[in-house]
């Protein structure tokens, strides 16, 4: 039979009831709003975090491959110079765009490249080193000769045999104008440069020009060739460079060994190009293209790949499932906190409907045809407040996730209509209360053994979620979908939500048992509406779970910004860093000084940085970054910034003599040993350890690990020594960074820097604030914790308005005895303030456990650019004002409900019950 539907009832009972109706639809468009939008920005934003990512890491992205030069053996016993070697590049080049493949259509246009091994200048005082690079490619790099002409062939007959032991083979080059001027060499000089086996080359300037675009790409693969270069050849080295034309190019192969010099190609990624979808593309490419390409140790002329690109998209593809997940998170608690509003919504719209559905279901009405009607009137509802919700989402991002938005749109479908014939329901049935007090105890055991089971299966989903978040995190890489971990938060909050309405009622009566002893009447009264207001599960779990999970979110923000300011902390190491220029390394010290006495500055503290020391650890390389530093001045500036503090280094240490028994690990030559802090990541050195740094026409030095490092430098692997130790020990330090601490340690570093670089704190940790990725999560984190404060303040707004009629009916009547109106509101308010304080007390008690059982797995860290999780930080201010607004809403809902029922009539209230 099918349901016969009641169209004036149904309009009827919407224009009646059409204040809650609205409410449910506000929280159903802008729930739908959010959680349609965000996955769909994120997704925008994750795009924009590939490209910039791509952007950041420069030529590491490049992808490169070389090969070997065809084999010159001449028929006399010499090498023979192959004039056509700049074709040969050429092939290497079209051979390389064919294998690149689906590769190639994010690629920009191959940049082809010969590069000399390293090369001494051997006058002057200052360390210098010397590259020769043949560049080409695109439309460059075009010149203009200032001076002299481009290299030349150095003889005349192109195709001549130069013995393999003969004189150094001569080669012109091409110098720019800065290098020209820092070496005072002009067009026709012969530069003074040898290997690293110390044989001299025979190295000419044909002439100096000017780039025509310094711009242009091809210039990044050699920028020595422009500008002289720091640091690139070793710390407090300087490298110039000397470029050669396609006409020297052979007599450049001809200057070096057949190994020392190969065929390059190098690809730039175009970061216009990238997206999230083509990065994961790719990084499959550029697996499958290291698989086929031929082993460094190959001896062959087949092609060898090799590039970064993969680490630089895997890096922030985590950073972006990071962030994805953190995402889920906060709209998966979000989406809980409003499906529980729009249940007490339910629940109350019912209690309104309860009279009128009655009185429908005596008439004859039949529950079918009752849940049809709603089902209608909340289909139009929710239908019209998603497709707003949806329409706003649409014009902000341009799509809609529309699979986030299910669960509140089928909330606000469905949860009127059940609650409305629940309650037809129950009121109509003709079951009676059994008489049997058996009955009657089976009957309660049963509930209870239901709520029971309800409670255990949201305990056993919080922990699995719990367990698969603490063990695998929350990326996806990790632990297969993010969905199961990220609403970890969630149902963890429901759990302790129904342990704390478990105790809420054993609390209540407590107080009423105590007020009972009392002889102050209204404690009495507001004790006894407390502990009958209690027993109400659903105004429990909303108030508590908007409370704890806009907890969260506030905790999530505070400690993603303290994890910023802290990262860039430890990557400057101070407010500035000054990386000295190589001609000014000698006056570091003097210029700390001049630094130190400049107004503003706190600290200036010179040091030696090696980024790549070449320490070996039992006989096993350990490169790590070495800091030489006076470890007092440190311990000092370290002291007043919130970096860790620097451990005490003890004086130089006696080695072990060949008659003494060594220790694991230890040398067996004797001496003094230079005591260390050491940090490595994969906790290869432990206290005691030695380690030795080789050093050229000098036996090696030895260190000794007494101390682990301080995390004050974005390297994973670091080695602290002292200045001054390390002098006394036979070693020449050359300190080449500064840094500064004060107000005005960026105006001092600039002032001071030459042609050095300066790196500040505050511009550190204002890019990586400006990224998108952080940009967005912040926002979205405090966006969340608005709502989810605005959601529990609502859903207070809404248990008290299900309450209220049956409250000011026994007020009203305890009025009629005597009870004053200002007596009333006090007896309302003690039956409101309990929830008020378990939801400002319980709530944000129950987040902040919460964020600290998940601050690390939830990898905030992959934002906030730090190794370790960042610690966790309580926003006191804003969890304060989350304690106050619920506390607040009873100063406000009572005063306004006493003011709506204050004229209703006695006769009123005695004959129908209504307050």
Known sequence: MRPALHWPSIRGRARADAGPLLLSAVVVAVVTFLAGAVPVALGDTADEAVQAAVRQAGSDADVQVQARWEYDDGSGGGRVRTARSAEALDDLRDRSLDELGPLGEVLLPPVELVDSPYLKIVNGAEPR?????????????????????????????????????????????????????????????????????????????????????PGDPAWQAAPWLLNPVHGRDGAGITRFGGMVSKDSLPDFRLAFEPDQTNRIVRFSPDPALLTLDSAQRIVSAVVRLKATSASSGDRSTESQWWTQLDTVLSDVQDQIDAATAQAAVLLIAVTTVAVLILLLAAELLAARRSPALTVARQRGAALPSLGLELLIESALVAALAAGAGALLSALFTGAVAAAWTLPVVLAGLLAGPAFGVVRAFRATRDRRVPANRGARLVARRTAALRRLTLELAVLAAAATALTLLNRHGVLPSAGGTVLLPAAAPALAVLTGAALLLRLLPLITGLALRQALRSSRPLAVFGAARAASASARPLPVLTLVGAAALASFALAVTSTVDRGLTDGAWRTVGADARLRVASDSVVTVPETAQRIAATPGVRHAVAAQVVDVAPLVVADAERPARLVIVDSAAYRALLAETPLPALPSLPAALSLPTASSPAAPNQPTASGPAVPALVRYAGGHVRTGDHLKLPRQAAPALDLVATGIAPAVDSSEDLVVVDAATMTAAGYQVVPDTIWVTGPGAGQAAAAHSGEGLVDLRAEVEASRRDAPLVTGLIRLAWASAAMLLALGLLGFALSASAGAPERWQTLSRLRTLGLRTSEARRVAAGELLPLALLAAAGGPLLGLLLIHLTVGPLSLRLLTAQPEAPPL?????????????????VAAVVPLESALRRRRRLAEVLRVGGA
């Open 129 to 213: 080193s010397f590259r020769i690079d043949y560049v080409a490619g695109g439309s460059g790099p075009a010149v203009t000769w200032v001076s002299g002409a481009a290299p030349q062939p150095s003889v005349a007959r192109l195709d001549v045999e130069a013995p393999f032991n003969g004189p150094p083979w001569p080669v012109q080059v091409g110098v720019s104008e800065a290098t020209a001027a820092r070496l005072g060499v002009k067009a026709g000089d012969r530069l003074q440069v040898e290997d690293d086996n110390r044989n001299p080359k025979d190295v000419r300037v044909s002439g100096v020009f000017r780039p025509t675009d």
């Open 873 to 889: 930080v309580l926003p006191w201010a804003a969890l304060t004002v989350l304690f106050l607004a619920f506390p607040a809403m």
